[in-house]
């Protein structure tokens, strides 16, 4: 199935939603704090049963998917049509957007997965010999903030895509412009060679 830049870009931006959206819904719904219940020397943390870690690696995932969809997008040959990655990278404008992309790609994955597996954590370990713990969670603000980056990035992609199809288009113009200025200067030295023999007959 051949893809077109519209299809991609609906693509990235698809999947970069959905991360936001996993993003903002897992910061919502993760607990404040969980409940210490003290035993033999130990606390037990009682935490409620909320979707925070599978939202976290939900969002995570769709925008590692958005990443590679923005990633190939730019280099996918539209129309059966390749460009050369020197081509692109040309320009400046998309030097400086595809860096961005990919470090807003590395900063939402950190941002995203440091409060998830953190989480994880706690609520997997949930036994402390410490009793004056207060039983804390993943520190708040974390994934929101990896949500809104998450987005960011796949804005972002979408630029690079855009100035990608620019960059393709200047190329195919130039390679045109090579070809059919070849070809005008063979017929010019065809017609040179020509004119002697007219002369002589």
Request: hydrophobic share 45%; with cysteine; glycine share 8%.
């Amino acid at each position: 199935m051949a893809f077109t830049t519209k299809q991609m870009s609906l693509i990235v931006a698809t999947f970069g939603t959905l991360s936001f959206l996993f993003g903002v819904i897992a910061e919502n719904k993760k607990p404040a704090s969980g409940t210490p219940i003290t035993g033999k020397g130990v606390v037990i943390c009682k935490y409620p049963s909320d979707p925070t870690v599978v939202l976290g690696y939900l969002s995570v995932a769709f925008l590692a998917a958005s990443t590679v969809a923005g990633y190939l997008s730019l280099f996918y040959p539209y129309k059966g049509k390749s460009v050369p990655q020197s081509a692109l990278f040309r320009s400046s404008s998309f030097l400086v957007f595809f860096n961005i992309a990919l470090g807003t790609a590395g900063l939402a994955t950190a941002l995203l997965l440091w409060p998830t597996i953190t989480e994880q954590l706690h609520l997997t370990r949930n036994v402390h010999r410490n009793l004056e713990t207060d039983c804390p969670t993943a520190k708040t603000g974390l994934l929101g903030g990896g949500a809104f980056v998450s987005l960011d990035s796949s804005l972002f992609w979408l630029v690079c895509l855009m100035l990608a199809d620019n960059a393709r288009e200047d190329y195919f113009d130039e390679v045109e412009k090579d070809v059919n200025g070849g070809r005008g200067q063979v017929l010019t030295t065809d017609y040179d060679a020509d004119e002697p023999l007219k002369q002589g007959a």
